[in-house]
């Protein structure tokens, strides 16, 4: 089939109408894309936070395995995909699949600097804001390198990093800008991280213009004898939720601000997806996925109040009954809303509750195509097929391991989940936490009978502690 891949970015279970029935956000593309489909009640992004969960997704690989161990990447750093690694998109186009990535890409390009200047890429700068003077030794005109045009995808439209909160902004077309980020933009007025700016960005216009450039691609497919893949990764609803990136036609569609809104925007995006496959004639042969990268911030944030006080939420969960946040290594940082639908493959109104990971999208790519996966390749991926035909068969996986923003890695084992070296959140929102500290009791929950993780039972199941961390480790080595 051909194959669409929608992720929203920082979007909670509970802000989806099919998961929680008190969502203040309308989404009506989504519920209908389950009712139509299976919608998944125990999925997980492969990390808390934007680069490592999208690592996972195209390679089918923990990217804790690589070089980068915890946070996420800047604007400007190198790619964080190893040039001779499989990815999904690679390994669709050996079944024939023409290819295309549309919206943040957010896994490291590669710039070059003007004659006589030098930039070393590699070294940290002062992170999230990268320096004034550093950025306009970049020769914007000479393109960019290393990214998903020499990864697999035959056609690139998008944004280097976070599109509205990350340098440099503007629209990127394959391996070039369309117009080139000249315009240094300071902090205030600008919303967003300070950075070069082409001249004519907004915030605002970023999902409408990776909307249409999907639409445009389906309709380009129509009639082509190849299957297509199109992977479209929105920039909603990540902060900063302001106005300002709001698109007009979005502002007050929902009841929980323009965080709200911006989820009103993302469904609105499946939507235009969804019409276009009907308006073609491809929906019935079409395989659509819609999820997100990582779990939700409470709500709209309120400057200079620190907090959960420091979020207006609107009386909005989106966490739902989870506890924990974009980040975090408790639920609410990892635990997404999955939804798929194939006609005449997958039956209307499923719901499975079998534990899947966003890293298994390869492994399923791979099985749907017939291909053979070589070892090496999506090493912690598997075929969610199985689940696709029937909700209810064997779980697909014996364990899942999950990781914060710091690096802290927990390891999920039927209803236990087991974090180790950690006894906070492993994350930045309130609760603020820490990375991994080797010796501090960990934590272990019950999630069938304690979905909201608030009893530790860390000291009273030792047998459960020493299993669950030897598969750790065995996994992690």
């Not at 550093?134 to 280097?160: N, R």
Request: glycine share 12%; hydrophobic share 35%.
């Amino acid at each position: 089939p051909n194959i669409i891949f929608i992720m929203a970015d920082d979007m909670g279970v509970g802000d989806v109408g099919c998961y929680n029935a008190a969502t203040k956000i309308p989404t009506p593309n989504m519920d209908r894309l389950a009712s139509q489909g299976i919608r998944f009640t125990d999925a997980h992004s492969a990390s808390a936070v934007c680069t490592p969960s999208r690592y996972g997704i195209i390679t089918g690989r923990y990217c804790w395995r690589g070089k980068l161990k915890n946070n996420v990447l800047y604007g400007y750093e190198p790619p964080l995909i190893e040039p001779e690694r499989t990815t999904v998109a690679a390994l669709l186009k050996t079944a024939g699949y023409d290819t295309a990535c549309v919206g943040k890409w957010h896994l490291g390009l590669g710039y070059s600097v003007k004659d006589g200047e030098v930039f070393d890429f590699d070294r940290e700068l002062p992170w999230p804001d990268a320096l004034r003077e550093d950025e306009e030794k970049i020769d914007f005109s000479a393109g960019v390198t290393g990214g998903p045009t020499v990864l697999g995808f035959d056609y690139f439209y998008g944004t280097s990093g976070c599109s509205t909160c990350q340098p440099p902004y503007g629209f990127i077309e394959n391996n070039h800008f369309t117009e080139q980020p000249f315009v240094y933009k300071p902090k205030p007025p600008f919303t967003g991280r300070p950075g070069m700016t082409a001249p004519s960005w907004q915030h605002k216009d970023a999902d409408p213009a990776f909307a249409e450039k999907a639409v445009d691609y389906i309709r380009s497919q129509q009639g082509k004898e190849n299957p297509f893949f199109l992977y479209l990764a929105a920039s909603a609803p990540h902060e900063p939720c302001t106005p300002e990136v709001v698109p007009g036609f979005a502002q007050g569609q929902s009841d929980a601000g323009p965080r709200g809104d911006l989820v009103w925007l993302f469904d609105w995006m499946v939507g235009r997806v969804l019409d276009a496959l009907d308006e073609t004639g491809q929906a019935d042969n079409t395989l659509v996925i819609a999820t997100s990268d990582n779990g939700a911030l409470p709500g709209d944030k309120i400057p200079g109040v620190e907090g959960l006080e420091g979020y207006n939420t609107y009386g909005h969960r989106p966490s739902l009954d989870y506890r924990g946040y974009k980040s975090h290594i408790w639920e609410g940082g990892h635990r997404e809303p999955f939804i798929a639908r194939w006609p005449g493959r997958i039956s209307p109104g499923g719901v499975s509750d079998r534990l899947v990971g966003l890293n298994d999208f390869m492994a399923t790519c791979a099985d749907l195509t017939g291909i053979v996966l070589t070892p090496g390749d999506a090493e912690d991926s598997v075929s969610l097929l199985p689940l696709f035909d029937d909700p209810g068969s064997p779980p697909v996986r014996n364990a899942l391991i999950h990781h914060s923003v710091f690096g802290v890695f927990s390891v999920r084992k039927g209803p236990w989940k087991l974090v180790v070296d950690c006894d906070n959140s492993g994350g930045w929102p309130p609760p603020r936490g820490t990375g991994p500290q080797p010796g501090t009791p960990g934590q272990l929950y019950h999630l069938e009978n304690d979905p909201g993780e608030q009893e530790n039972l860390w000291a009273h199941q030792p047998g459960i502690v020493e299993e669950l961390t030897a598969m750790l480790e065995q996994t992690m080595n």
